[in-house]
T-cell receptor, first 113, second 113 residues
Framework: QKEVEQDPGPLSVPEGAIVSLNCTYS??????FMWYRQYSRKGPELLMY????GNKEDGRFTAQVDKSSKYISLFIRDSQPSDSATYLC?????????????FGGGTRLMVKP | DTAVSQTPKYLVTQMGNDKSIKCEQNLGHDTMYWYKQDSKKFLKIMFS???????INETVPNRFSPKSPDKAHLNLHINSLELGDSAVYFC????????????FGQGTRLTVV
């Protein structure tokens, strides 16, 4: 079993829809949670991070973490065609040599005009 | 001004060769990483390194070795390349003691023929 699980999709929605992306994790040692967006043939780009249960909002994006159920979500409001990408959730545990991220497999999102 | 830069962007080489990928970050971070993304887009940590410690993912063959000439650079050297090494390799950096947010380079697409 992977430590971070994510539905691979693809998820296809019409422009303007609310998108919900989800991950589950199994390692209680994870302290920080992130969402990355990756366009084709590009590097992952950090979208949101949080370290506590609850919601964090940034523009059209809301990240939600429920540590009791080990569930991570990303909501995108008023989705745009430019949001079409692969979304990767990641969890981090600290070490003396940095905070190593464990990624989910990514969900491919397509927003159709 | 690119924050995390890798060279080369593409690398095609024959089995058995030795090759290096270079990474530089200008974010002032003290920790750098190498990640491998396979053909199914699964992103996995290979190494985590700062001036205190190197942590190696136990699944990484010892043909792979990170080399850090200074805090802003972490190169990846690969000996005796195999077909299965074909993947996209990403360098990343973060600040130790922070919330674990890592910033990624654009990736090096390695093809072993």
């Amino acid at each position: 079993q992977k430590e971070v699980e994510q539905d691979p999709g693809p998820l296809s929605v019409p422009e303007g829809a609310i998108v919900s992306l989800n991950c589950t994790y199994s390692n209680s040692a994870f302290q920080y949670f992130m969402w990355y967006r990756q366009y084709s043939r590009k590097g992952p780009e950090l979208l949101m991070y949080t370290y506590s249960s609850g919601n964090k909002e940034d523009g059209r994006f809301t990240a939600q973490v429920d540590k009791s159920s080990k569930y991570i979500s990303l909501f995108i409001r008023d989705s745009q065609p430019s949001d079409s990408a692969t979304y990767l959730c990641a969890s981090a545990r600290t070490s003396s040599a940095g905070n190593m991220l464990t990624f989910g497999g990514g969900t491919r999102l397509m927003v159709k005009p | 001004d690119t924050a995390v830069s890798q060279t080369p962007k593409y690398l095609v080489t024959q089995m058995g060769n030795d090759k290096s990928i270079k990474c530089e970050q200008n974010l002032g971070h003290d920790t750098m990483y190498w990640y491998k993304q396979d053909s199914k887009k699964f992103l996995k940590i290979m190494f985590s390194y700062n001036n205190k410690e190197l942590i190696i993912n136990e699944t990484v063959p010892n043909r792979f070795s990170p080399k850090s000439p200074d805090k802003a650079h972490l190169n990846l050297h690969i000996n005796s390349l195999e077909l299965g090494d074909s993947a996209v390799y990403f360098c990343a950096s973060s600040q130790q003691g922070g919330s674990g947010e890592a910033f990624f380079g654009q990736g090096t697409r390695l093809t072993v023929v």
